[in-house]
C-alpha cells in the first residue's frame, strides 16, 4: 500500500480535485488533433482516478494508464474499465510503443518513488521519445519554483459534501522542494474519519526542462493553458513532438 493518495485523498481528489483534469482534456485533445494523432496508444503517466483517460477512450483513443497510488487505480478502473491500468512508479514501467504520452497534474513532479531525481527524469524523457512513433507528442505540465513566498506558510481548507481538506504549504529554496502537508477528515458512517499524508514536490525551471527535452531530439513548446483552460499560477505544460525523420 503507497503512503500517498490513500484510500480518503483519493477520493477527495477524485470528488473535489478533477477541474484540472476535466478543464485540461479538450486542449489536450485538440494538441494530439492538430498533430495529427487521431486514434492509437496513450500512455497516460500518474493517471489518478481515470478522468482523463475517460476523455481519451470516448475520443476513440486505447488508453495506458500508470498510477503509484493503488487507491486512484482502484477508482480508475471502475470508471474506465476499456482502459488498462496498473500500479507502479512512471519512472520505473515499461512504455510501450505509442503514439501520445500524457502527464496531468504535476505528476513529474511529486518525490514519491525516492528515485525521481534529475538524471532519472532525463532518463525518462529519453524512454518516452523511444517509446513515440515519429509525429508522437509527449503532453505535460509541471510546478515551478516560486510557488510559495520564501519564509513563508500557507495554509487553505477545501471542503466538499461529506469532506474536508486541510494543506499547509511551503517551500525551500535551498533545494527547489514544496512540501505539502495534507489532513483530511472524510465522512464514514456516523463520524469522521482523519488521515495524513506528506507531499513533497520538486520544482523546476520551465527554460531547464525544455532544454533537456531538446537534447534529447524533441521539438518543444511551453504553454500556460490547455486550450480555453489556464493552468494554476506556477504551472507550465509542455508539448514536445518526435519528430519524422528527414
Ligand atoms: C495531482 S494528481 C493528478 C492525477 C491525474 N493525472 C489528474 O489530473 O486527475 C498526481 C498523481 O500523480 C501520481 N504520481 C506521483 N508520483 C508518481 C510516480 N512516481 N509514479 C506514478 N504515479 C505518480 C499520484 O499518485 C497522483 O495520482
Excluded at 471502475?78 to 512512471?90: D, I, K, W, Y
Excluded at 481538506?165 to 464514514?188: A, G
Excluded at 531538446?214 to 499560477?233: A, C, D, E, M, W
Amino acid at each position: 500500500m503507497s503512503e500517498w493518495y490513500k484510500e480518503d485523498l483519493a477520493f477527495i481528489h477524485d470528488d473535489g480535485f478533477r477541474d484540472f483534469a476535466l478543464k485540461s482534456a479538450p486542449g489536450i485533445l485538440e494538441i494530439l488533433a492538430q498533430n495529427k494523432i487521431h486514434s492509437g496508444l496513450v500512455v497516460d503517466l500518474g493517471c489518478g482516478s481515470g478522468l482523463w483517460a475517460n476523455e481519451l477512450i470516448k475520443a476513440n483513443y486505447q488508453v495506458f494508464g500508470v498510477d503509484i497510488s493503488e487507491s486512484m487505480i482502484a477508482i480508475a478502473q471502475t470508471r474506465v474499465p476499456q482502459a488498462e491500468f496498473q500500479v507502479g512508479s512512471l519512472f520505473k514501467i515499461e512504455i510501450p510503443p505509442c503514439h501520445g504520452v500524457t502527464s496531468v497534474g504535476e505528476c513529474l513532479s511529486y518525490l514519491f518513488d525516492s528515485d525521481n531525481n534529475r538524471q532519472t527524469l532525463i532518463q525518462l524523457f529519453g524512454r518516452i521519445y523511444q517509446a513515440l512513433m515519429p509525429g508522437g507528442v509527449f503532453i505535460f505540465d509541471i510546478a515551478e519554483v516560486g510557488q510559495v513566498a520564501q519564509g513563508n506558510t500557507t495554509q487553505k481548507f477545501t471542503e466538499g459534501k461529506d469532506w474536508v481538506v486541510l494543506v499547509e504549504k511551503e517551500e525551500q529554496r535551498s533545494q527547489n522542494i514544496l512540501t505539502r502537508r495534507i489532513i483530511t477528515f472524510r465522512k464514514v458512517g456516523e463520524h469522521y474519519r482523519r488521515d495524513d499524508e506528506i507531499h513533497r514536490v520538486q520544482l523546476y525551471r520551465a527554460t531547464q526542462i525544455a532544454t533537456n527535452l531538446r537534447q534529447i531530439g524533441f521539438r518543444v513548446q511551453t504553454t500556460r493553458n490547455y486550450g480555453s483552460y489556464y493552468l494554476p499560477k506556477g504551472n507550465v505544460a509542455f508539448v514536445a513532438r518526435k519528430p519524422f525523420p528527414d
